[in-house]
């Protein structure tokens, strides 16, 4: 935890002096459509989120871990009417007596890719998106890794009215190949989500990241509230977020106390 802390803190400093230097905030229309398609998970527009969660006070010995999810999403154009959004997230993980008291590990954890195939446009009010999803084994430290190979399908649905945005996006992963001496993977994440965006393109949003683990039956239940916003950082349109991580229920032992989460995502609109 005291190696974490200071690097959280000095992460936020650099992001807060980048913010005051800046040039100039983009127009607000162009803020607002920027904060429109960002609450949208299939919208076509390409952006790199850097999502980093710090969760404090873990198990019996008050355990730390550092997460750093790095997000590309990135759309292919299939055709007139299909888009296929490619998204990523890759875990940099840093952790502190989780395994056991005075012990630490860090490294990369293991890969998610998605594809969701949506439609350009519907005649329905809601906006979609299913695919595959596949769990990649691609962490550096045994006690971040599932060493499987995992596969499985992914969909969302969302609607936006009036600034708001609701919906659920919702994955199930099961594990096909892998370490036979490591426990499958059988595995559900859900994600239901609120945004409100004005036309500065500020927000206020709450999600639920809830994991349901079949195979152990342990369930994960994280409460995320947000404040965000859209400017500039020099040229670079850019959107931050910010707030903190409530760890409503989670297996025995792994708990936290509480949580903060900060993102910082470029975006490349069109």
Do not use: C
């Not at 999403?73 to 998204?87: C, F, H, Q, Y």
């Not at 006690?143 to 600034?163: E, F, V």
């Not at 994991?211 to 959107?239: C, D, H, R």
């Not at 989670?250 to 106390?257: N, Q, S, Y």
């Amino acid at each position: 935890m005291n190696r974490a802390l200071p690097i959280f803190v000095a992460l936020a400093l650099l992001i807060q002096g980048r913010i005051i230097a800046q040039e100039k905030t983009p127009a607000p229309s162009d803020a607002a459509e920027v904060a429109k398609k960002l609450a949208n998970p299939v919208a076509s527009m390409i952006s790199l989120p850097f999502q980093n969660n710090l969760d404090v006070g873990i198990g019996d010995n008050n355990g730390a871990r550092n997460t750093l999810n790095i997000q590309p999403v990135i759309p292919v154009k299939l055709s007139e009417s299909v888009n296929l959004i490619a998204r990523v997230i890759l875990p940099v993980v840093s952790q502190f007596n989780i395994t056991g008291e005075g012990t630490s590990q860090s490294g990369l954890g293991d890969a998610l890719v998605s594809g969701f195939f949506s439609p350009t446009s519907s005649k329905s009010k809601w906006i979609w998106g299913a695919g595959p999803a596949i769990l990649v084994p691609t962490a550096t430290s045994d006690y971040l890794a599932t060493k499987k190979l995992g596969i499985g399908p992914t969909a969302l649905a969302l609607r936006q009215i009036n600034g708001w945005t609701f919906g659920a996006l919702a994955n199930q992963i099961w594990s096909v190949a892998g370490d036979k001496d490591r426990p499958d993977v059988n595995q559900l994440f859900l994600q239901p989500f609120l945004n409100y965006n004005w036309k500065s393109g500020a927000g206020l949003g709450v999600n639920a990241e809830m994991t349901q683990n079949w195979e152990a039956s342990t369930t994960s239940v994280f409460i995320n509230p947000t404040l965000s916003g859209v400017t500039k950082l020099g040229k670079q349109i850019v959107s931050l977020v910010v707030g903190p991580r409530l760890h409503v229920a989670a297996a025995e032992g792994t708990r936290a106390d509480f949580g903060i989460r900060a993102a910082l995502t470029l975006v490349f609109p069109e």
